[in-house]
């Protein structure tokens, strides 16, 4: 098999599990069943990666990475609403990432889950960037009033909160406006809405 | 057995299925595993719970209960920030039911999952009742320039997202007064923390 060929079936095993640990979660999903949706022997997939911790590691690198999308939510630049924003929109073209990582975040929670340490350590270093960041910018308080820190829990929860809603139901929520009105609020940069 | 028996073991049932599903989702759950976990058969539990849907019908009514606890969110007194923050603290008081809620919710949002209809029609009536609620109390606006329907997104979302925040990291998260000074900028209803 070619270079190229191994990282085709390496690509397609890593899709395949995604799909499925969104579905049913990483305790929900046994590797024999990733190895039957791609056509392979458990042996098959233990080629590409040895054990399935090791299958759950490439996908959460993987979510973290699609989730970041071209704009990190703790790099700030001018407008830091409307970039919030525009990560919330690159999630929206993903929903297979957005929802895997949704799914396993929330069965993270559990003591002994291998995917503990990654969320929690993920979560507290981007709380300390963004927090970080948003001092740099404004100091002890932002404009709002809120201390950089309690900016940071806030607009991480309201991130993960308003993607799971539009997960659920997107017909019905999701709408681009609410978020960045919420944000300027939030922020205290900007009026929320027309004048009255 | 008893009446009083039954319902004992019903509840015993109950618990045991609501701990494996915060633990491993619905879908990583199968009766058999449930039945193990409290000495019965499968026969044993289907006399209690006709079908693995029943169970988390049951149990899904249980954790909006809990989570509701004697201060549902939607229902307005004075100081809508500092009743939320008891919301909270409720939750937190109950940590294997918020985890049950949020595992739950997170997988359900796969199209055929048996909860989704559940927890879209949840969503949509609690959006609905804080939006109502907002607009009688504030009319178009809520103090801090928002719509009563934004502000309702955010405070589910961020009700939703601190939550996840806390039982993936306890020590270092769950600040009640971060819920409280974010919940003030919100609703513009007061100065977030003592002046600069």
């Given at each position: 098999m070619t270079a190229d060929r191994a990282g085709d079936r390496r690509e397609e095993i890593l899709r395949a599990a995604l799909a499925m640990f969104a579905e049913r979660g990483y305790r929900g999903t046994s590797l024999d069943a990733v190895a039957r949706a791609v056509g392979l022997t458990r042996q098959g997939v233990l080629h590409?990666?040895?054990?399935?911790?090791?299958l759950l590691a490439a996908i959460l690198a993987r979510t973290v990475e699609v989730g970041r999308g071209d704009l990190p939510p703790h790099r700030l630049q001018e407008d830091v609403p409307a970039q919030l924003a525009a990560?919330?929109?690159h999630n929206r073209a993903h929903p297979a990432y957005a929802q895997a990582y949704s799914v396993l975040m929330a069965e993270?929670?559990?003591?002994?889950?291998?995917?503990?340490?990654h969320f929690r350590a993920h979560y507290r270093q981007v709380l300390d960037?963004?927090?970080?960041?948003y001092t740099e910018r404004w100091?002890?308080?932002?404009p709002s009033g809120l201390t950089p820190h309690a900016a940071a829990v806030a607009v991480l929860?309201?991130?993960?909160?308003?993607?799971?809603?539009w997960l659920l139901d997107r017909?019905?929520?999701g709408d681009p406006e609410t978020m960045r009105a919420v944000l300027a609020v939030?922020?205290?940069?900007?009026?929320p809405g027309p004048p009255q």
């Open positions: 590409y990666f040895p054990d399935k911790q090791r990560v919330v929109a993270s929670v559990v003591a002994d889950h291998p995917a503990r340490e960037e963004m927090t970080r960041g100091g002890a308080r932002l929860a309201l991130l993960d909160g308003m993607q799971q809603q017909d019905r929520t939030l922020f205290g940069t900007e009026s």
